[in-house]
């Protein structure tokens, strides 16, 4: 079992920046993919990028490249989310997730483990 808890979400305004972290405790192991995930309100949950606990393999999604940078402490069990040059798109719920068995990175429903969310709005 693993137990995913998000922070670092809130209000900033556009062109500004956040960071998100996501602990983690139980059954990580430095293989493992964990994940960052968003959904706006009437959308579906989408990709945002990817990394495996080692540090590995960092994926993003189109929309973010360039902008966010995923990275990983694995002796803290702790995956951040360092958001720039936010825009008001970017506005969702923030979920991290891990995938317990390396699937689709970008589908959420390979993911076995899943936080409650962080909320992050950017004003225009």
């Known amino acids: 079992q693993v137990h995913l808890v998000e922070s670092g979400g809130g209000l900033v305004q556009a062109g500004g920046s956040l960071r998100l972290s996501c602990a983690a405790s139980?059954?990580?192991?430095?293989?493992?993919?964990v994940g960052w995930f968003r959904q706006a309100p009437g959308k579906e949950r989408e990709f945002v990028a990817a990394?495996?606990?080692?540090?590995?393999?960092?994926v993003y999604a189109d929309s973010v490249k360039g902008r966010f940078t995923i990275s990983t402490e694995y002796a803290k069990n702790t995956v951040y989310l360092q958001m720039d040059s936010l825009a008001p798109e970017d506005t969702a719920v923030y979920y991290c997730?891990?995938?317990?068995?390396?699937?689709?990175?970008?589908?959420?429903?390979?993911?076995?483990?899943w936080g409650m969310g962080t909320q992050v709005t950017v004003s225009s």
């Open positions: 997730a891990q995938q317990q068995v390396s699937r689709n990175y970008y589908v959420p429903e390979t993911y076995d483990y």
């Open positions: 139980g059954r990580t192991f430095n293989y493992n993919i």
């Open positions: 990394i495996r606990w080692s540090g590995d393999s960092a």
